[in-house]
């Protein structure tokens, strides 16, 4: 009789105790999505504001554009390359559409959405140009294509993996801490994934 006394008590605290959480949950996802939407609205209210002054990302001129130009994947990429020459590119890696109207307003939105997107388009052409090269023995020329991505903030994982073992296989271990240290710095939610990697290949 008392076991099932206690039984019943203890059902009935856990399931006040649950019932509890749950709702302490939905409020406190209430309040998140209030204050979402509270910083929306603000941030659509923003007078657009100069961005010439952002840090714009420039192509080298220095290119190894000779090499492998009977090929058509390279004819693509630089014909992706030369379209990317005439707008503008930015790395706006970590900030959210509600950052960059807060931060610009938000009539800029549309032209920083387009200028961080060709930086997607840039660093993922450049990878794609080191993988030719590489294939076709022209590691140094990859090497520097890759390091211009690292060097740009690029989050390719494939990027750092491939530079730490060129270093390591090329005597430069040194220069492993180099990539960690900017790895480390990534705005990017691949960053523990990239220093990970690295890190892996140092050990």
Do not use: C
Not at 122 to 143: C, P, R, S
């Amino acid at each position: 009789m008392y076991w099932k006394i206690a039984s019943l008590l203890i059902f009935a605290i856990f399931g006040a105790w649950t019932l509890y959480e749950s709702k302490s949950r939905a409020r406190k996802m209430e309040k998140k999505e209030d204050a979402f939407w509270e910083r929306e609205l603000l941030a659509d209210s923003v007078r657009r504001k100069p961005i010439d002054g952002l840090k714009y990302i420039k192509i080298p001129e220095d290119l190894p554009t000779e090499l492998l130009s009977d090929n058509p994947e390279m004819v693509s990429i630089l014909t992706t390359i030369d379209g990317l020459r005439k707008d503008k590119i930015l790395n706006l890696t970590g900030y959210t559409n509600t950052d960059l109207k807060m931060e610009y307003g938000a009539a800029n939105l549309t032209d920083l959405s387009r200028f961080d997107s060709n930086f997607t388009t840039l660093i993922t052409t450049f990878q794609k140009w080191a993988d030719l090269l590489l294939e076709a023995g022209y590691e140094n020329e990859a090497v520097s294509l890759m390091e211009y991505i690292v060097e740009n903030d690029g989050d390719i994982g494939k990027t750092y993996r491939l530079l730490a073992r060129h270093y390591l296989d090329n005597g430069e271990p040194s220069k492993l801490d180099v990539l960690i240290e900017r790895a480390g710095a990534l705005k990017s939610l691949n960053r523990p994934y990239i220093v990970e990697s690295i890190e892996a290949l140092k050990s």
